[in-house]
C-alpha cells in the first residue's frame, strides 16, 4: 500500500544539526499519520515526533525544542529537522504511517550518531 524511504542519516558531533527524510509513495492519499520513531542499543523503539494529515504534531518530551517535524504535499515527504543534537540521540531511526483504518507501514531504518 505505503513504501517508505529514509534518508539523511549520518554521523555528526553534538550541538550539530541532521536533517532526515521520508519519501512515501503508494497510495499516500490514505495516509492518516507519519511519524519518526527511535531505537537505541537496549532500548524500546519510542516515538519521536508525528503529524497527522490535519496539521498536528506532537513530540517526545526528549525532543521537544530541538527537533521539528514537518511535511509536504499532502504527507508525501515528511522531514525531521535535528538541531541541538546530542550523544543520546544516537539511533537507529524509522518512518512509520498510519493509513485511515489503522494499517501501519515502517520503512528500513536510517542510523544516527552523535559522537561527544
Known amino acids: 500500500q505505503v513504501q517508505l524511504v529514509e534518508s539523511g542519516g549520518g554521523l555528526v558531533q553534538a550541538g550539530g544539526s541532521l536533517r532526515l527524510s521520508c519519501a512515501a509513495s503508494g497510495t499516500i492519499f490514505s495516509i492518516n499519520i507519519m511519524s519518526w520513531y527511535r531505537q537505541a542499543p537496549g532500548k524500546q523503539r519510542e516515538l519521536v515526533a508525528a503529524?497527522?494529515?490535519?496539521?498536528?504534531?506532537n513530540y517526545a518530551d526528549s525532543v521537544k525544542g530541538r527537533f521539528t517535524i514537518s511535511r509536504d504535499n499532502a504527507l508525501s515527504t515528511v522531514y525531521l529537522q535535528m538541531n541541538s543534537l546530542k550523544p543520546e540521540d544516537t539511533a537507529v531511526y524509522y518512518c512509520?504511517?498510519?493509513?485511515?483504518?489503522?494499517?501501519?507501514?515502517w520503512g528500513q531504518g536510517t542510523q544516527v550518531t552523535v559522537s561527544s
Open positions: 512509520n504511517s498510519v493509513l485511515r483504518g489503522g494499517t501501519g507501514f
Open positions: 503529524i497527522t494529515s490535519g496539521g498536528r504534531t
